[in-house]
């Protein structure tokens, strides 16, 4: 059974850091292409940041370019998203995604993802 559990959200000012992580159980996570989405309330689950199986590709929504940089670590079956600079329009819930594909590149579509974590909340004040 594939699980995606989220960890590290949190309140923080405009300005700081946060590192998010996802800790991938039951699949074999080299098989899997991982995103980052996120959602607030009454809107839809918009893309953040992906990551191709090898980890050697990267994609961002333009909001996050050079603020935000996602990773992943085999040994460890875990994506991270590590988010710099947060600005208030960054708060929302931020889910992990996977999809396990033979594509060796990533994907922004939230409807190529079949695996979905639980979320983590993350508030930037201002």
């Known amino acids: 059974q594939v699980q995606l559990e989220e960890s590290g959200g949190g309140l923080v000012q405009a300005g700081d850091s946060l590192r998010l992580s996802c800790a991938a159980s039951g699949l074999a996570f080299g098989n899997y292409r991982m995103a980052w989405f996120r959602q607030n309330p009454g809107k839809e689950r918009m893309f953040v940041a992906a990551i191709s199986r090898s980890g050697s590709s990267t994609g961002y929504v333009d909001s996050v370019k050079g ?7 085999a040994a460890k079956n875990t ?3 590590q988010m710099n600079s947060l600005k208030p329009e960054d708060t929302a ?5 996977g999809d396990r594909t033979i594509s060796p590149y990533y994907s922004g579509v939230l409807g190529e993802y079949d695996y979905w974590g639980q979320g983590t909340q993350v508030t930037v004040s201002s």
């Open 67 to 73: 603020r935000f940089t996602i990773s992943r670590d």
């Open 79 to 81: 994506v991270y998203l």
């Open 93 to 97: 819930v931020y889910y992990c995604a």
